[in-house]
C-alpha cells in the first residue's frame, strides 16, 4: 500500500510556472515507477510525464514537450512536476500515480498501469 498526496497547484498566468509535488508513504517509494497524468471533466485522463524507479528515464507526453519536466528525490518519498510556459489548455486536476511495473511490462504513459493514485490537485492557468 502506498498513499500519494499532491500538492503545489493552483492558479496562474499563461506563461508563469507551477512546481507540483506528490510525497508518498511508506518504505517502497524506490520500488515504484512514478507517473503525472491530468483530467478535465468530460474528457479522459490524459498522460503528462513518467520517470523510472531510480529516476534515470522519464517520458512526456506530446502536449507538454519542452516545458513539464518530471523529477523525483527517493530520500524524500516526493516526485515533483515542474510546469513552465504554462498555456489554458494546461488546465486540469494533475494526479499522482505509482506503478509496481517498470518499462519491461508497461508503457507508463496508459492510466491502466498505475497501481495507486493521489487526490489530485488542480492547476487553472488564466489567459
Known amino acids: 500500500q502506498v498513499q500519494l498526496v499532491e500538492s503545489g497547484g493552483g492558479l496562474v498566468q499563461a506563461g508563469g510556472s507551477l512546481r507540483l509535488s506528490c510525497a508518498a508513504s511508506?518504505?517502497?517509494?524506490?520500488?515504484?515507477?512514478m507517473g503525472w497524468f491530468r483530467q478535465v471533466p468530460g474528457k479522459v485522463r490524459e498522460f503528462v510525464a513518467a520517470?523510472?524507479?531510480?529516476?534515470?528515464?522519464?517520458y512526456s507526453g506530446d502536449p507538454v514537450k519542452g516545458r513539464f519536466t518530471i523529477s523525483r528525490d527517493n530520500a524524500k518519498n516526493t516526485v515533483y512536476l515542474q510546469m513552465n510556459s504554462l498555456k489554458p489548455e494546461d488546465t486540469a486536476r494533475y494526479y499522482c500515480?505509482?506503478?509496481?511495473?517498470?518499462?519491461?511490462?508497461?508503457?507508463?504513459?496508459?492510466?491502466?498501469?498505475?497501481?495507486?493514485w493521489g487526490q489530485g490537485t488542480q492547476v487553472t492557468v488564466s489567459s
Open positions: 500515480a505509482a506503478a509496481r511495473f517498470g518499462t519491461d511490462y508497461v508503457t507508463l504513459r496508459e492510466s491502466y498501469e498505475y497501481d495507486f
Open positions: 511508506g518504505r517502497t517509494f524506490r520500488s515504484y515507477a
Open positions: 520517470i523510472s524507479k531510480s529516476g534515470g528515464s522519464t
